[in-house]
């Protein structure tokens, strides 16, 4: 994999924090034997931030053991279990690893047992992969529900901002506030420690600021002549941030990428000059290629300059008035699912993200093996298409590179930008 | 026609007749609380699983992995087949349903021309803890709700009991037909035509019809093939159930939401609202279900002194493959043996030959 340079000083700072910040929780966990969570991505790691309560994110644990080229051992060992190989790959990664159980090769020797694992139920498997990864460490599962919506309004990032109260209805609200209480309870009771509600409102201040200052490097970037910035130093300044969102440095990191952002748009410079058809990058990141982001600029004028990450920053997370925070958290765990997966958000939403940043083209990745993160997609292929957008898709995992054949990908995504971009 | 076959037509009949002069309520699986439309005085529409038919329109809209009796209703939902239906109650008791709902919404808000019925989404959650048993009795109150607002009638706590009564009491008279396919006197596909019926039956001829099931059964003869369970959460597949009998073999049980378990007797109390809707989170089997199959299999293979298991896994499968191994160590250790059949969506006879080998093994054993 060729490694692209970085064209921005905040992406190594971000590099630098996040490996020392690794460091820390590896010292927190290992060393120190301190109580842990084992966390899905999108639940609320807020409130584990507001016990001072260190936690191992599911998602980056898969990518962690996915660098180390460990996922086609594990994901044979799952088939060798009797596991078909039907079922999810990319949030089961860290169970395959638990499963197997070799210390020798396995990152840190293994995890050791957490106070409790906590996913939400975004789709019928997690909660069976969270159940039995509990099993093997002999911890608790606990478990977030994910209420349905009954009639979801298409333009959700415009009303979600102020209107948050009655987009995301309030029974739904008042469901997800009773689980986020009920964890608090369980987490306190396991640890002896006290939920600090006052640092927990500093943090979501924090975190609304950080969000408003990521949305304006958004707007710098969707505005733009040519786009300033890679999509994949996008992404990485984005994920980082988000990563220690309610942190003094998340809100700093935030702020410098913004400003670095803004002193390349006024200096006029390209992320690629040669840029003349601008692609969208559609679902979770190609986490084992992302060399795969700059295959085309020079044979093509192609540029990736549009991925989720960044511009859900504003508005997936901001919620003004901020006077009840739990309730806030509360909205942005109960929507995340159907903003990015679900009819008519997130359709109505790729259109809206197309027009506003000028795409030309759009790849939709379709992971076979994880049903929520390909659902919509017919809908998204359908709806820009007729707004002008031709759409190709990409049929790969994010973690699994066992059925990744790169060269002939770029064959045929140039194919595709031959074909239908002229 | 057999006695037997005469009176298992009566379930046949049942659900075969088009209802008049009342609101219809179509509910997509048996996870809806039925009688909660009964008590607003609608009929409760089960709509049982196709595995033929059109899917031209699901096609466009849906992707590779819904299962074909999903996208054939899509198809006649999307399709103006259903038109007849005053409204389309879709549960969240698994992400397919969840997204059946959302796309066919979709549909509807893009496509407004469209003879979509009305749609409700029973947000049925299965985690516990207080937050969402108080959510849950909401979902099953609405319900209640918006049927009586269908129909004009005004919510009533005598006339939910009522119904919860003639619900409990068409379990009791179920619950008479176990010994019969414990010991292999029915077989799983009569199962099947029956529970397809009862939802269109009153307690009354529900207690008639299982009477008379009874007394004709009193002359069959009791088949001497395998006695199986049949695991995962595979539809009410007609044409397999009848492929794995026609070898002799029984299904004495089966795991999936269509056959007897939504039927299970279920704890009562004063909150009726509340029994309903943690009867539907806690006994009626979803893929959202907390309760691991492990106990359930335990008390059906013992109940019946099953010799086999047959799994049944769709192609499309995400969820129950994660059981699958602790559930077919658990039937091997009861001395079950085990038989996994994965794909089978679309034609059974595809399966055909595993199966004939797995109960010549059965046999010779
Ligand atoms: S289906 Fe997708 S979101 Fe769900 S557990 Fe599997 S990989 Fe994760």
Known sequence: ?422 | MSDLDTALAAFDHAASVPVQGRRQVGLVSPQIPAELVRAADAAPILLWPQFTGSSDLADRYMEYFFEAPLRHLFDAAAGGALDHLDLLVVPRTSESFTKFYLYLREVQRQEPARNIPTLHLFDLLHTQGESVRRHNRGEVERLYHRVCALTGTAPSADALLGAADDEAAIRTELQALLPLRRSAVLTGCDALRIYAGVRAMTPDQVGNAVRAVIKASSTVPVRTGARLLLLGPSLPHPALCARIEATGATIVAEEHPWGGRVFEPAARSGDTLGAIAERARHVVPSARSFSAGSDWIRQAASAANAQGAVFVIPSNDDSYGWDYPACRDLCRALGLRTLLLRPVDRDPADAGAQIDEFLAAEHAA
Not at chain 1, 85 to 105: F, K, M, V
């Open chain 1, 1 to 422: 994999m060729n490694r692209i340079e970085k064209q921005l000083a905040v992406t190594g700072q971000a590099g630098a924090y996040q490996k020392a910040w690794f460091a820390d929780l590896r010292e927190r966990i290992l060393t120190r034997g301190e109580p842990y969570a084992i966390m899905q991505a999108d639940t609320p790691h807020e409130i584990f931030h507001a016990m001072d309560i260190p936690i191992v994110t599911n998602q980056w644990w898969a990518a962690v053991i996915a660098a180390k080229q460990l996922s086609p051992l594990y994901f044979d060992f799952l088939k060798e279990q009797g596991y078909h190989e039907g079922l999810c790959r990319y949030c089961s990664l860290g169970l395959a690893a638990t499963l197997h159980n070799d210390p020798s090769i396995a990152p840190w020797g293994g995890l050791p047992k957490p106070l409790l694992l906590c996913a939400r139920l975004t789709c019928d498997c997690v909660q069976r992969v969270f159940r039995l990864w509990g099993d093997a460490l002999g911890a608790p599962f606990f478990p977030i529900d994910n209420p349905g919506i009954e009639s979801p309004s298409p333009r959700w990032w415009e009303d979600g901002i102020e209107n948050w109260e009655s987009l995301y209805q309030p029974h739904r609200l008042d469901l997800m506030v009773g689980q986020l209480e009920e964890l608090i309870a369980f987490a306190e009771q396991r640890t002896g420690r006290t939920f600090d509600r006052a640092h927990f409102s500093r943090m979501m201040e924090l975190i609304d600021r950080q969000e408003t200052v990521l949305g304006e490097a958004d707007r710098l970037i969707a505005e733009a002549p040519k786009c300033p910035v890679r999509v994949a130093e996008q992404m990485t300044n984005t994920m980082t941030a988000q990563w220690h969102r309610g942190t003094e440095w998340g809100l700093a990191h935030a702020t410098a990428f913004r400003d670095e952002v803004r002193a390349r748009v006024d200096a006029g410079i390209a992320a690629v000059p040669n840029e003349r058809k601008r692609l969208m990058w559609i679902g979770a990141g190609l986490w084992h290629d992302t060399s795969f982001y700059s295959a085309f600029e020079e044979s093509h004028g192609a540029v990736f300059t549009w991925s989720m990450y960044l511009p859900f920053a504003f508005a997936g997370y901001v919620r003004r008035p901020l006077t009840d925070p739990m309730r806030a958290l509360a909205s942005r765990v109960a929507s995340m699912n159907e903003q990015l997966h679900n009819p008519p958000w997130i359709n109505s939403w790729l259109v809206h993200e197309a027009q506003r940043n000028r795409i030309d083209g759009a790849l939709v990745l379709m992971p076979k093996s994880c049903h929520p993160a390909a659902a919509s997609s017919k809908f998204i292929a359908r709806d820009l298409e007729a707004a002008g957008v031709p759409v190709l898709e990409i049929w790969t995992d994010m973690v699994d590179s066992r059925d990744w054949d790169g060269p002939a990908m770029q064959a045929r995504v140039a194919t595709f930008l031959e074909e239908r971009l002229g």
